[in-house]
C-alpha cells in the first residue's frame, strides 16, 4: 500500500484534538469518516418523492449488492475494489442513499441497468483511521462531508484539512450544508450574562395600547387579541410608518424648534435630516404554541386585500421552512383560509422546477433552507428564487434559528432573494450566543447590522460592550433597546387569560433497573471513572475533554434505556469476556498495582462507539427479546391511561406521544407496542415528507391509532400534535428547551384536554447527572454568571459521585 498520498491528507491524532486520552484509549471509538459517491448500475428503485433512497449494502468481494423498499428487493450493483478492501480489513459500516433520478417518482422505478449515483457514508474505529484514508487514496476514492448522517456519533475525515487553532466540524454541521473551515462547536450559551439577555427577550411584549387591524375575510379563524396586536406591528412594520407610530423603531423622530424632522438611530445616535429607510420587516418572537405561523398567514391575507397594494406590487410571499414542516404549514394554511381564498404551491423537491414558470401567480409559495441553499450554490443566476422579476413580496424564515451561522451557506443563501419585506419566525432568538440574533438582524436588514459590515458593527456597538466590565451597562440597555426595535415576543404566561390551555400534569417515574442491568450499568460504570478521572485532572476542560466526558455519559445513558442491548459489539464483547472471569469484574481496584491490572482496551472509544446493527424493528436479529425495566415501565403506563379507550365510544380516545431522542430505542420500543398489539405510527430524523403527512394524518384521524412513536429533534419543529394528551419523555435530555418544544407540540392552542407529561428516570444513575444538569441551565435565566461557576463546579463533582 502506497503511504506517500495517505501522509499527505492524513492529520495525526493530535492534531484531530484527541489529545486527552493516551493512545492505549483509542481502539474502539466509533466515527463517521465522511462520504464517497459512486456510479452504481440499478434497474429499480423504492417508491417514494424524496430526492435519495436509503438502501442496504451488501459487499460480496469487489461487488456491492444495493437493496432497498418494504418488501426489501434488489436495488443494483455497484463495483469498487476499494470499498471491497475497505470491507475486508477494517472494521466499517456502510450507509447509503441512491440519488432518484430526476425525472421519476412516486412509484417504484425500473431503470434498466442505469447509472445512478449513490452516496456511502462509511463509520469505523477511529484507530483504523490512517488505514481507511490509505486504502480510500490508493483507489482514488476521496471523502467528502456526508450530507445525511449519524449526529451522535463523532466525525473525523482523515482527507479534511483542519486549519491550525480550528477543529473538525460536527456532523449536523456538515448535514446541513453550513461546514467551514473554523466551525464552532454549539454549547450552552456561553455569555458571561446569560440572564440578562434571555430577560430581554422576555419583557418585548409590545405596547398597552395599538391600532388594532381588522381581520381579512379570507380567514375563517378568529384571532386572539395578542395575534392582533402582531398583525397591527406587522402592518405598521410593512407601511414603513415613522410619526405616529405605535411600536418602537429604530430611529427616534423629534421635531426642532425651527419645524424640521430630526431622525436619530436608537443604537448609534446619528442623525438625519431626512427619512431613513424604515425597518420593512422584523422577528416575531412569540413562545412556541402560540400560532405565530397564523400571525403571519393573517398578514398575508391582509397584504393581499390592501387597496394601497399596486397591481404592479409582487403579490407572492415566499416561506423558508425546515422539511420536516411542510405538511405543517399545508395543514395550516387548509385550516385558517376559507376554501379558494389562497394560492400555495410547494417548491421543493426533484420536480419542483416544473412549477418555476407559473411560480409567481401563487399567493403562499413554501420552499426549504436546503432547497434554497442548493438552488443558490448551483443556479441562482437562473433560479426563479433569486431572478424573481420584482421580487417577492415577502420573505418568512420560519425556525429562522436554522440561519444563526453567518459563515454557512444557508444564511447566504437566504439573504440574498430580493423582497419588500422581510420576516424572522423563531421561539428561541438566541440558541448559544447573542451573535445568533445578529444573524436574524442581518436578514431582515437592520442597519447597521446588515452586509459585509455587519458583523463588525454589531460586535462595536452590542457584542462588545455587553463584555466590557465598564461598558457592560450601556451594552445591556443599547441591546434592550434593539430587541424592542425589532421584536415581539410574549411568552404563554403574557397571555394565558386569552389561551385559556387546559393544564398540565408533571409525573417522574422513578425506574429500578433489573439485576442484569444494574450488572451491565455498574461494570462500565467503573471502567468510565478511570476515563472520567484522567479528564478531571485538568483545571480547566476544553471543548475536545467535554465531548469526550458527553459521549461516556453517553454510553451510560444507553444501558439505563435498554441494558445491553443498545450497546457496541465491541462493548458487549469486552463485557462477556470480563464476565467470565472468576474475578468480580466491578470490584473497585484499591491500589495502584491493581489499576495497572485494569482489562486492557478501557477506552474512550469503547464509550463513544454505537450499535452497528442496523436500525428497524426487526433488523436487530434478536431471538426471545426481553424489553427493559424502563420500556416495562413505558408500556405499563401507556396500557394504563388507555384502559377506557375500547369501552369509551362518545368521546375521542386518549392517545400518546413517545419520545427518545435515539432511534434505535424507537425500534425496541416499536417492538414492544408490537407484542402487546398497541397500534401506532412513527416520525424520526429519517421519515421523508410524504410519510410524515401520512402518519400524522393517520394518528390524527384513526380512531384506534393511539400512539406516536418519535424522535425528540424530529418533531421539535412545525408538528401539532393536540390530538394527543399524554406526553412520555423517555430519558431526560440535556437541554431543557428540547424538552418543553417536544410538549408544546402537546400543549398548545387546539388542546381541550389536560396534559399528563411523564418522564423516566433509572435511580441511583447518570441520569441523576442529566436532570442536574438541566435545572442548572434552567437556573441560568434567573442568576447571575458568578453563581452559574458556581454550579458547574458542583455538577463536575455531582458526576464524580455518581462514577465512584
Known sequence: MSTSRADCHSNSLYRRGFTTISDQFQPFLHVCFGMVILQASCHSLPKGSDDSIPVDVHVGGDLLKLSGGSPKHNVGLLHSEALGKLARDCKVTLSARCERPKEEKGLRVTLGYKDTAVKIVIYGLLSEIDLVNGILSDGDLFLQHPTQGDASVPYQNPQFLVAPGGEMPLIEEVNAGNVSQQAELDQVLDEPWPSEVFQAFDNVDGPVTFAAVEQSPRLQTKLKEYQIKALSMMTERERG????????????????????????????????DVPPQPL???????AMGLGKTLSVLALIAWYLDSPSRGSFSPRTTLVITTTSTIPGWEQQISKHFRPGQIRTAVFHGPTRHKLASNLTSNDIVLTTYETLRSEWSASRLN????????????????????????SSQIFQATCDPRARNRWCLTGT??????????????????????????????????DYPLRSHDKHEIGIRR??????????RRTKDHVQDQLQLPSRIEKVHHIDLSHEERKVYDFFKFRASFLVGKLGQKSQMDKTSWKTMLSIIGFLRSICNHGRQLLPQTALEMYDKQNTLTVDPVSKPTTPSEVSLSPPGISIDLFTSSPESPTGCYKWGWVGYQPSSKINALI?????????????????????????????????IEIALRENDISFQRIDGKASVGHRSLALKRFNEDLTCTVMLASIGAVAEGVDLTIASSVHLVEPQWNPMVEAQ????????????????????????????VKDIQESKLRLVQQSFGDANSDQEKLKEKLSLLLA
Open 636 to 668: 405499563g403506563n401507556i396500557k394504563s391511561e388507555q384502559l377506557g379507550n375500547k369501552s369509551t365510544s362518545d368521546e375521542f380516545p386518549i392517545k400518546s406521544v413517545i419520545f427518545s431522542v435515539w432511534t434505535k430505542m424507537l425500534d425496541l
Open 742 to 769: 417536544a410538549v408544546d407540540r402537546v400543549h398548545r392552542i387546539g388542546q381541550y384536554r389536560n396534559v399528563t407529561i411523564t418522564r423516566y428516570f433509572v435511580t441511583e444513575s447518570i441520569e441523576n447527572y
Open 241 to 272: 410608518v415613522f410619526e405616529g407610530a405605535h411600536f418602537p423603531l429604530l430611529w427616534e423622530v423629534s421635531r426642532a424648534p425651527a419645524g424640521n424632522v430630526e431622525y436619530r438611530h436608537i443604537i448609534t445616535r446619528m442623525t438625519s
Open 383 to 406: 433560479s426563479i428564487l433569486y431572478q424573481n422579476h420584482g421580487g417577492w413580496a415577502r420573505i418568512v424564515l420560519d425556525e429562522a434559528h436554522h440561519i444563526r451561522n453567518r
Open 479 to 488: 441591546l434592550r433597546k434593539l430587541i424592542a426595535a425589532t421584536c415581539l
Open 280 to 286: 420593512l420587516g422584523g422577528i416575531l418572537a412569540d
Open 429 to 462: 432568538p438566541i440558541h448559544n450566543t447573542v451573535d445568533d440574533y445578529a444573524a436574524l438582524l442581518a436578514f431582515i436588514k437592520v442597519f447597521p447590522f446588515t452586509g459585509s459590515s455587519g458583523k463588525l458593527a454589531f460586535a462595536h456597538w452590542i
